[in-house]
T-cell receptor, first 113, second 112 residues
Framework: DAGITQSPRYKITETGRQVTLMCHQT?????MFWYRQDLGHGLRLIYY???????DKGEVPDGYVVSRSKTENFPLTLESATRSQTSVYFC????????????FGPGTRLLVL | SQQGEEDPQALSIQEGENATMNCSYK?????LQWYRQNSGRGLVHLIL?????REKHSGRLRVTLDTSKKSSSLLITASRAADTASYFC????????????FGTGTKLQVIP
């Protein structure tokens, strides 16, 4: 079924480990986004990408790395996980720019011990 | 920093009643969107209202925008238990297509 998918849906890791969260969309949307959702903070933008090979920082990029070699994929890597990165991570895509409708994936719940 | 702030933070109503939630923001915007998030799920887009629009309808949803007061409201009429969710506004600042900012949401509970 077409749409936007994330994997894994749940992940437990330890402090200091590298973790990669995957995001895949089938619409060929140009824009893709990574958000984290924490209680009391709403959604905060980590990184976004306007097209393949074009990425830029959002509000809270420290400790994260992204890449976008193909339009449909936008992986998010935590280079050395910290407890403060325990969160729910959402990937989203948009056909237009930042301000058009965003379509969200189901989320990845990450626990860093 | 949060551009949109929803009010109230939580709302509990009986099925069949109307639910109203508000969003206030600080700077000029191109548009404002409302999203719904069911527990444990991703956000789903509900409606987008542009800065030159004052009111928009979609089914049982009615959104208003008052740019002079920098506020928007989302009205859900004849609520159903299935409307139980968190509702977020997302503001798109004016001056080019800058990044949208999501508020912290209103948690709506509709009691059957």
């Amino acid at each position: 079924d077409a749409g936007i998918t994330q994997s894994p849906r749940y992940k437990i890791t330890e402090t200091g480990r590298q973790v990669t969260l995957m995001c895949h969309q089938t619409w060929s949307h140009s824009y893709m986004f990574w958000y984290r959702q924490d209680l009391g903070h709403g959604l905060r933008l980590i990184y976004y990408s306007a097209a393949a090979d074009i990425t830029d920082k959002g509000e809270v990029p420290d400790g994260y790395v992204v890449s976008r070699s193909k339009t449909e994929n936008f992986p998010l890597t935590l280079e050395s996980a910290t407890r403060s990165q325990t969160s729910v991570y959402f990937c989203a895509s948009s056909a237009g720019n930042h301000q058009e409708t965003q379509y969200f994936g189901p989320g990845t719940r990450l626990l860093v011990l | 920093s949060q551009q949109g702030e929803e009010d109230p933070q939580a709302l509990s109503i009986q099925e069949g009643e109307n639910a109203t939630m508000n969003c206030s923001y600080k700077t000029s915007i191109n548009n404002l969107q409302w999203y719904r998030q069911n527990s444990g799920r991703g956000l789903v887009h509900l409606i987008l209202i542009r800065s030159n629009e004052r009111e928009k309808h979609s089914g049982r949803l009615r959104v208003t925008l008052d740019t002079s007061k920098k506020s928007s409201s989302l009205l859900i009429t004849a609520s159903r238990a299935a409307d139980t969710a968190s509702y977020f506004c997302a503001t798109g600042p004016s001056g080019g297509y800058q990044k949208v900012t999501f508020g912290t949401g209103t948690k709506l509970q509709v009691i059957p």
